[in-house]
């Protein structure tokens, strides 16, 4: 549960200033005395770094102890505290009013909104899901499903994970009658460990657009965070997504904005990871082929913690992701509250067709282990991406030393203000162009006038 430095400075002030007060009354109440030094303890083991999910709790509790001294000396009252600042990324745990288990959105939903409620789930339903929305299969009726709303929900840890794989959210459409899932909203939610992926969404046929994630807290995980794709098997081969009025369109308007991903590979229930390691996934990405203003899509103001591989897994195959934007995102090895091993893969994974993509004013901050910052190797080959544009970018290797690839591939690109703090001169294409870039080890490649 992360939360800005400050927060907990603040909380712990708070504190601090109430065990004066409380001193002062202790020929009147020891009890109250003993509870302040209790929760004083407790606030010293969470700023030691253990720091789980309890300090929700712990406000409730100085607060109901505040009533109680206060009550015993109304003179002592100060003045109300400033509230604690929103988080910087994702929200806080959402207090829920309601459980759903093994909960089924079916072909047909829409216009629903899930408010406060807490998904839990096991393997009797869902087939080891908190929540699963499917659209397609035998069981379920084939039509649209849209307008679909959770705000301040909680997507609980699968209690199949101890003996397996689950996912928390589970989207499918396996329609073959052309029938979309679309217009998707997840506000201020949380998203709890799972053994396989937290938000898997995937079209097997049928196809799904308009998802949005806004402000969500996504905790340490075993898999991928966040997986966003066609499967290849069930969809045209070049190029792939889903035919939809005779036009192959891929995944449109996908928006996912100041949610907090603290990483994958970590432990869950006692399960190491083994697959899936990346953190996000975003194949077969584009906007609609006739009019790329429509249906672009975009990542910005998030933070990304370690991942059990890379950060960003872009394409295994020539699918690619087109015209997306990454704007002000912070990606960082050595946040990593969840335990996450070190691992010398690249934070960019399989970047083959990065087309027209744009990347602006990222931070990206690399560990000692890893090995090479883009890995754009597809089926062997390296990645034909290009036309992409590159803005005010940070990449730093704080340590440690870069002994494979350091390229940037992408042809008939542009690269602006970018700062390539890495032990090794940055490898471009021959037909880059930029200006105003800083390297700590100079480039090859590009027109001659990167910096």
Known sequence: MAKPADSLASFTNRLVALETR??????????????????????????????????????MEVDDLMARVYSSAPELIPPSPDPLPEPTYGCRKPTT?????????????????????????????????????????????????????FE???????????????????????????????????????????????VELNGRGGWWHDFTFQDCTFEGSGSQQLSCDMFPSDTPGSPYGITVGGVVRGVEGLVVDGCLFEGSGATVEGIEPSSWLMGLEFGCVYPYASDTDVGQSTFSNNKVGRCGSAWLNFSYTTKGCHYMTFKDNVFDFSYND???????????????????CTFDGNTWTLGAENNQPWCFVAGGSHATGGHDTFIGEHWTKPSGSISSYCEMPFTDSDYT???FHLPKAVAFAASATGSGNVFDNGYTGGDGSME
């Open 417 to 419: 203000n970018c700062h």
């Open 338 to 356: 969840h335990g996450a091993d070190a691992h010398a893969d690249s934070p960019w994974n399989s970047a083959a067709n990065l087309n027209y």
């Open 152 to 198: 301040d929900c909680v997507f609980a840890t699968c209690s199949y994970a101890s003996t397996g794989l689950a996912n928390a959210f589970h989207m499918w459409n396996t329609s073959v009658t052309g029938k979309t899932i679309h217009d998707v909203t997840f506000t201020r939610c949380w998203f709890e460990p799972q053994t396989r992926m937290q």
């Open 22 to 59: 409380v001193n002062a009354l202790e020929t009147k109440d020891v009890e109250l005395a003993a509870a302040v030094s209790n929760l004083t303890g407790r606030v010293a083991a969470i700023e030691a770094g253990d720091y789980g999910a309890r300090l929700d709790t712990l406000r």
């Open 97 to 149: 009013t309601s459980t759903l288990t093994n909960h089924v959105i079916y072909g047909g939903t829409h216009d629903v909104v899930y408010s406060g409620v807490r998904f839990e789930g096991d393997a009797a339903v869902s087939g080891h899901e908190t929540v699963a929305m499917w659209l397609g299969r035998s069981s379920t009726p084939d039509a649209d499903i849209y307008n679909v709303v």
